[in-house]
T-cell receptor
């Protein structure tokens, strides 16, 4: 089974802190994604990566950056966390040959 | 308007059928999906349908696609309390990078 793991299930940070969210997949997938999920808004794509060291902006990249130094790991960085970044963050991966995305369990981030 | 629209809530009685509806705007959509998100978990692909199909059945699940009206539905027969979850409709487009566009999600509540 494909496994996508996220470093934390719950995280509480203060405004202005630098925040790292880590995602690891074990299926050698080329594509990895970061979404945020907010009630009533569904999933919104922040960034995605189709290869090591490659990244593309999604629909809402402002205030975020990403890093993909190894194929299995995709990190989401909040350079200076703000309260409007309080949300559920979901990581996903997908093989280049497939249409199915595999999701991690999510990290619920609260910025106070 | 939004690319993928679905109602936010549906409440059904255990044992009844549930029908979750979705509309999309892009006629070039190639794959249409239903993802399920159980409480506290990430999304999991439930079923999918190619745009050249009208119907797909998989045990208790029936997906109907009306390409003319750009309408997708998911019917769950004999709905159980374990079916309580958020259901996301999603589509990917021809010629794109196969990154799905998600609807806002429909919360299905199954009561005894």
């Amino acid at each position: 089974d494909v496994k996508v793991t996220q470093s934390s299930r719950y995280l509480v940070k203060r405004t202005g802190e630098k925040v790292f969210l880590e995602c690891v997949q074990d299926m050698d997938h080329e594509n990895m994604f970061w979404y945020r999920q907010d009630p009533g808004l569904g999933l919104r794509l922040i960034y995605f990566s189709y290869d090591v060291k490659m990244k593309e902006k999604g629909d809402i990249p402002e205030g975020y950056s990403v890093s993909r130094e190894k194929k299995e790991r995709f990190s989401l960085i909040l350079e200076s966390a703000s309260t409007n970044q309080t949300s559920m963050y979901l990581c996903a991966s997908r093989s280049g040959q497939s249409y199915e995305q595999y999701f991690g369990p999510g990290t619920r981030l609260t910025v106070t | 308007g939004e690319d993928v629209e679905q109602s936010l809530f549906l409440s059904v009685r255990e044992g009844d059928s549930s029908v979750i509806n979705c509309t999309y705007t892009d006629s070039s959509s190639t794959y249409l999906y239903w993802y399920k998100q159980e409480p506290g978990a990430g999304l999991q692909l439930l079923t999918y349908i190619f745009s050249n199909m009208d119907m797909k059945q998989d045990q208790r699940l029936t997906v109907l696609l009306n390409k003319k009206d750009k309408h997708l539905s998911l019917r769950i027969a004999d709905t159980q309390t374990g079916d309580s979850a958020i259901y996301f409709c999603a589509e990917t487009r021809k010629g794109g990078s196969y990154i799905p566009t998600f609807g806002r999600g429909t919360s299905l509540i199954v009561h005894p």
